[in-house]
């Protein structure tokens, strides 16, 4: 059974810092490319940032930098470097394994102005 843990979010103030984790187990995790999603209230789940098995990386437009996808294949657990959060930043965080319907629980982010 394939499973995704995510940890770190929570509540900052604008031009602040967090960094998510999703801790991943039954997958080989090194093969598969992995993304983050959020979704705000009342909108559709979108695409932050997607990292391939061989470590590329592509963003979303509005994320661009200022944050950071990463992923340690050894510990199985990709992140999110999260800086100069904005109040648009606020949604609930989702970690995905590509191409798959499997996702992380979501973790709550909240940026206040």
């Known amino acids: 059974q394939v499973t995704l843990v995510e940890s770190g979010g929570g509540l900052v103030q604008a031009g602040g810092s967090l960094r998510l984790s999703c801790a991943a187990s039954g997958i080989i995790f090194s093969a598969v490319a992995m993304g983050w999603y959020r979704q705000a209230p009342g909108k559709q789940r979108e695409l932050v940032a997607i990292?391939?098995?061989?470590?590329?990386?592509n963003y979303a437009d509005s994320v661009k930098g200022r944050f950071t996808i990463s992923r340690d294949n050894v510990k199985k657990t990709v992140y999110l470097q999260m800086n100069s959060l904005k109040p648009e930043d606020t949604a609930v965080y989702y970690c995905?394994?590509?191409?798959?319907?499997?996702w992380g629980q979501g973790s709550q982010v909240t940026v206040s102005s």
């Open positions: 995905n394994v590509d191409r798959t319907s499997i």
């Open positions: 990292i391939s098995s061989g470590g590329s990386t």
